[in-house]
């Protein structure tokens, strides 16, 4: 009796936990096949792989230079993800390793950024740009992503980990604090790093907001504008978007397969 | 010859500490704090493009009689309502079925339910509007499965536009939250449960007397998150239920209207600040409740 009952729960477990995952995936495998499809036959629902991935990529590559934007979207979330880690990662361990009251301070308020929208920063932050005839650049992309509180506050939490006693060693070999920061901090935490890389990389990769507000030269334009312009027209042509999604989806997929645990333990890295 | 200084005097000046943290300070003071303080000067401002005076609460009196503002407030609050409390359930339930000791496949579909947290926000809304277009997948399979006789126009629709964009916004963020939960689970004393177990207490019990307890500090963080994350949906409507370059009104959120006020109509930048400071207030508010909340119960 019970054994039955045990049975027909861990039934339903995976039938539950089967429907979840099949949904989660379909979108992925629609997304895949759809790109090999022309539009008329994205639309009709047509659910096997076609011959138009080459036309499609062509009819893509026509109306925007594939690579051009490849390489814009990778240079923001590459040199935003370098300078993030460089600028959050010493503040964190400045945080954590030469604690005061007055920075204590600071860092309670820096945290209260955390719980402010970017729609209240947006328009300031635009006519911030402005002044600084930044705008239509990709700096002004990267420039907020580096003001990282999130980051810095992610840091903070991993430094609690960095034991003392290396870097008190450090010292009394004669090395100065940066140089305690550079050799000794850095390697032993790289797989913070690391974490911490995948997160920036990630959210500037798929920003969109901003760069919309910001880039106005086509050739300055990311992923997501591109992608975004060619959902929106008035006759879309499916067969073209999901090509654009997936080469947009690609490079986050490849890294969240090579790092999933780095990934996941820095999204976890908040909460600990 | 100055006093001796103190440790705390020692320590405010310690060269170091100001070194190390001054970068990121002087960043994000520039490009956060800043533009918070700017953005509620400018609200009690109003007019063309530069051309502004000074109106004090002007803005928030023009907010009470304005349609549109009214209306994708009511959005926004419905998806919030509606979505976050189905979205934190069900990554509750995903997340204590993973947790079962004797699961097989636990990696793979740990890993499929997760994997749509990688996908950008607006490569996922493309494919859900070319899934729920007109003559899409969705009405295909509905109407091959025989549960509906007509296309149902879900980008189009008052109500089923909403429920794409709930539907939507679920399938991105359920496993990520699904996570948070897991991870906390495996984190609560095996032998919590071994007892309870042995005392001949039901799973559901269990379940509702041990680890909703336990992951208390967890449901607040997520519920927080995803409160803040709701009430900014931009990517989703804009994508999604957004022909050309119209908007919907039908799933227009608070930013869709800032962004709309900044940068499609003639910019009244003060009028969008005063907006964006609605969404710092409802930020601010419901945060303080569910603090509140999750403190008054234990």
Known sequence: ?272 | MAPKPTTSYRRFFDVNGWLFVSIALGLIGVFMAYPIVKSLWMSLHAGQGTVVEFVGTGNIVRLASDPVFLKALQNTCIFLVIQVPIMLLLALVMASCLNMPNLRFRGLLRTAVFLPCVTSLVAYSVVFKSMFSYDGLVNHALAWLGLIAEPIPWLNDPFWSKVVIIIAITWRWTGYNMIFYLAAMQNIDKSIYEAARIDGISAYRRFVSITIPNLKPVILFTTVTSTIGTLQLFDEPMNITTVGTVFSDNTLTLSMYIYNLSFKFVPNFGYAATVSYVIVLLVAALAAIQFYAARERN
């Open chain 1, 1 to 272: 009796m019970t054994n039955w009952a045990e049975k027909f729960r861990m039934a339903s477990v995976y039938l539950f936990l089967g429907v979840m995952a099949f949904v989660s995936i379909f979108p992925f495998a629609w997304m895949v096949i759809s790109s090999t499809n022309a539009s008329v036959d994205v639309t009709k629902g047509k659910f096997t792989f076609g011959s138009a991935l080459l036309e499609n990529f062509e009819k893509l590559n026509k109306s925007f230079d594939v690579a051009q934007v490849f390489w814009n979207s990778g240079k923001i979330a590459i040199i935003g993800g370098f300078f993030t880690l460089l600028v959050s990662s010493m503040a964190g361990y400045g945080f954590e390793v030469f604690s005061s009251k007055a920075r204590e301070r600071l860092y309670n308020g820096l945290l209260l950024t955390l719980m402010v929208p970017f729609a209240a920063l947006m328009i300031p932050l635009f006519i911030l740009m402005a002044q600084f005839d930044l705008l239509d650049t990709h700096l002004a992309v990267i420039l907020p992503v580096v003001a990282s509180a999130y980051i810095v506050f992610y840091f903070r939490q991993s430094t609690k980990a960095f034991p003392p006693e290396l870097r008190e060693a450090a010292r009394l070999d004669g090395l100065k604090e940066w140089q305690i920061f550079l050799f000794v901090y850095v390697p032993v935490m790289r797989s913070t790093y690391a974490a911490a890389f995948i997160i920036v990389f990630m959210a500037a990769w798929n920003n969109f907001l901003w760069p919309l507000i910001v880039l106005q030269s086509p050739e300055l334009k990311t992923i997501t504008l591109v992608l975004s312009s060619l959902g929106s027209a008035y006759f879309p042509d499916f067969g073209v978007i999901m090509l654009a999604a997936m080469l947009a989806t690609l490079p986050t997929l490849v890294v969240f397969f090579a790092m999933q645990r780095q990934f996941v333990q820095g999204m976890l890295g908040s909460v600990k």
